[in-house]
């Protein structure tokens, strides 16, 4: 039987070994934070220059972005996939082993973006017309539609520089090193957000290129972001092992690109489910009232500026359990996990308080009509109470990820959105007179039964394997 005094040393210990590990979680999510944070408030300022040269460039720009999202998760799929074998690598000590996953990330990605290129600019004219088939003008859905169409053309030119740029940050992110692809980022944003002003409304002796303009300024951005990720990396092998002879040949063992590609595919495919999921349910919306498209830009624009800390503690924390997992030590993973979570949901709660103190005032920003303002108030009100649900969700996805287990993975995320989430959104839709606002709280509402089979998950330990050794 332990004596008094070693009972209250045990408990010192554990406290501060706690502390030590929420150390090394904020030294890792700080960056993603600040680079995310300015990111998003860039997005911001976007949006706003945007909204001001009238609603419908909102809502072509929306449209077009919703669908770029899809691109954006299914290359986010694909590097994850793969990035947990790099976090465990990195818990391991095998530099090789991270050289051979940053030269599959860089292979698969170009190959993914290459062919999104020729998916949207074949179909992109009829995917952004699905978003129009709700009330309103026929005018007003006419030059939405050629706003989406002209701004989603000059897009498609970043995907590839995209995909490389996510192989570099991820890898890096994986490593714990995430202060270089925050500093490319705030390169971009600094380009993104100079050439707006200069392109959206013609300074400097330009033309005023509306939409348009917002599209080259963030073409150019995504090339410097890529530039300074790839040079950095380069010049810096001592801090960056992997990439010595990266390029010089590129022979991963076929058994190993099996292993990548067995759980790359899976969170691929979850990603892209979800984010195509993310889309219908949007459709569904904007099938009740196209002021619904333009009111849900307003909201998604806050929400993402006040999500950043609990979507950059997430990562930290699937980044953190999975040095834990290549380490070998699977029952600390077990222990770190629960209070690791504490903290994302603290985040959480914490700026959804901001969230919902600026819902009444943030739609008064934009040149639009007032109900689409109250409407988008109502929106970000609904979303700013269920933001500790997600955060719960959020980093429990993480945690489940971070084993590799990539059939509890797609059930938890994408097969739920489909199986439960998707239908309901579609029935209220096109079956109901309910309002768009009512509809979207009761469709919001399913993260908090999401949270209960995220306990589930979690708690029965299943994601809990090393999958390095």
């Given at each position: 039987?332990?004596?008094?005094?070693?009972?209250?040393?045990?408990?010192?210990?554990?406290?501060?070994?706690?502390?030590?590990?929420?150390?090394?979680?904020?030294?890792?999510?700080?960056?993603?934070?600040?680079?995310?944070?300015?990111?998003?408030?860039?997005?911001?300022?976007?949006?706003?220059?945007?909204?001001?040269?009238?609603?419908?460039?909102?809502?072509?720009?929306?449209?077009?972005?919703?669908?770029?999202?899809?691109?954006?998760?299914?290359?986010?799929?694909?590097?994850?996939?793969?990035?947990?074998?790099?976090?465990?690598?990195?818990?391991?000590?095998?530099?090789?082993?991270?050289?051979?996953?940053?030269?599959?990330?860089?292979?698969?990605?170009?190959?993914?973006?290459?062919?999104?290129?020729?998916?949207?600019?074949?179909?992109?004219?009829?995917?952004?017309?699905?978003?129009l088939l709700g009330e309103g003008d026929p005018a007003d859905a006419a030059e939405t539609l050629e706003i989406g169409v002209k701004y989603m053309n000059i897009i498609l030119i970043s995907l590839i520089p995209i995909g490389l740029t996510q192989a570099y940050a991820g890898t890096l992110r994986d490593l714990g090193a995430t202060k270089v692809?925050?500093?490319?980022?705030?390169?971009?944003?600094?380009?993104?957000?100079?050439?707006?002003?200069?392109?959206?409304?013609?300074?400097?002796?330009?033309?005023?290129?509306?939409?348009?303009?917002?599209?080259?300024?963030?073409?150019?951005?995504?090339?410097?972001?890529?530039?300074?990720?790839?040079?950095?990396?380069?010049?810096?092998?001592?801090?960056?092992?992997?990439?010595?002879?990266?390029?010089?040949?590129?022979?991963?063992?076929?058994?190993?690109?099996?292993?990548?590609?067995?759980?790359?595919?899976?969170?691929?495919?979850?990603?892209?489910?979800?984010?195509?999921?993310?889309?219908?349910?949007?459709?569904?919306?904007?099938?009740?009232?196209?002021?619904?498209?333009?009111?849900?830009?307003?909201?998604?624009?806050?929400?993402?500026?006040?999500?950043?800390?609990?979507?950059?503690?997430?990562?930290?924390?699937?980044?953190?359990?999975?040095?834990?997992?290549?380490?070998?030590?699977?029952?600390?993973?077990?222990?770190?996990?629960?209070?690791?979570?504490?903290?994302?949901?603290?985040?959480?709660?914490?700026?959804?308080?901001?969230?919902?103190?600026?819902?009444?005032?943030?739609?008064?920003?934009?040149?639009?009509?007032?109900?689409?303002?109250?409407?988008?108030?109502?929106?970000?009100?609904?979303?700013?109470?269920?933001?500790?649900?997600?955060?719960?969700?959020?980093?429990?996805?993480?945690?489940?990820?971070?084993?590799?287990?990539?059939?509890?993975?797609?059930?938890?995320?994408?097969?739920?959105?489909?199986?439960?989430?998707?239908?309901?959104?579609?029935?209220?839709?096109?079956?109901?007179?309910?309002?768009?606002?009512?509809?979207?709280?009761?469709?919001?509402?399913?993260?908090?039964?999401?949270?209960?089979?995220?306990?589930?998950?979690?708690?029965?330990?299943?994601?809990?394997?090393?999958?390095?050794?």
């Amino acid at each position: 039987m332990l004596e008094p005094n070693n009972i209250r040393s045990k408990t010192m210990t554990e406290i501060k070994n706690d502390r030590s590990y929420i150390r090394k979680l904020l030294k890792i999510a700080i960056p993603m934070m600040i680079q995310n944070g300015i990111s998003n408030f860039v997005n911001l300022l976007d949006n706003l220059m945007i909204g001001r040269v009238g609603t419908n460039a909102l809502s072509g720009v929306a449209i077009a972005n919703q669908l770029i999202f899809v691109f954006y998760l299914v290359i986010f799929g694909a590097t994850a996939g793969v990035g947990i074998f790099t976090a465990q690598y990195k818990g391991s000590g095998d530099d090789e082993g991270i050289r051979h996953t940053f030269q599959f990330k860089m292979g698969f990605n170009t190959v993914i973006a290459a062919i999104c290129v020729v998916i949207l600019a074949l179909f992109s004219r009829s995917l952004i017309n699905l978003f129009l088939l709700g009330e309103g003008d026929p005018a007003d859905a006419a030059e939405t539609l050629e706003i989406g169409v002209k701004y989603m053309n000059i897009i498609l030119i970043s995907l590839i520089p995209i995909g490389l740029t996510q192989a570099y940050a991820g890898t890096l992110r994986d490593l714990g090193a995430t202060k270089v692809p925050m500093f490319a980022s705030l390169c971009a944003i600094f380009v993104n957000l100079v050439g707006n002003y200069i392109l959206i409304y013609g300074h400097l002796g330009l033309p005023a290129l509306g939409a348009s303009g917002a599209a080259i300024a963030t073409v150019i951005s995504r090339f410097v972001e890529l530039g300074i990720l790839s040079v950095y990396t380069g010049r810096h092998p001592d801090l960056f092992p992997f990439i010595r002879g990266a390029f010089k040949a590129v022979k991963i063992p076929g058994k190993l690109a099996l292993k990548f590609l067995l759980k790359a595919l899976p969170l691929m495919a979850n990603e892209t489910l979800w984010s195509l999921g993310m889309t219908t349910i949007n459709q569904c919306y904007s099938y009740r009232s196209l002021d619904a498209v333009a009111a849900l830009n307003i909201q998604s624009t806050i929400w993402n500026l006040m999500a950043v800390a609990f979507i950059a503690m997430g990562e930290a924390v699937g980044i953190m359990m999975g040095h834990i997992l290549g380490a070998g030590e699977l029952d600390e993973a077990r222990q770190k996990a629960k209070k690791m979570r504490r903290v994302t949901v603290f985040c959480g709660l914490i700026f959804g308080i901001l969230l919902a103190a600026a819902a009444p005032f943030f739609p008064l920003l934009y040149n639009t009509s007032d109900y689409i303002r109250s409407l988008a108030t109502g929106f970000i009100l609904i979303t700013a109470v269920l933001m500790p649900f997600c955060s719960y969700t959020h980093a429990s996805y993480f945690i489940i990820r971070s084993g590799g287990n990539a059939f509890i993975t797609v059930i938890f995320d994408s097969v739920y959105t489909w199986v439960i989430v998707v239908p309901l959104a579609f029935c209220l839709s096109r079956f109901t007179n309910m309002s768009v606002t009512w509809m979207l709280s009761i469709v919001n509402g399913m993260e908090v039964i999401k949270c209960f089979i995220a306990y589930a998950f979690v708690r029965s330990g299943i994601w809990v394997k090393n999958i390095v050794k």
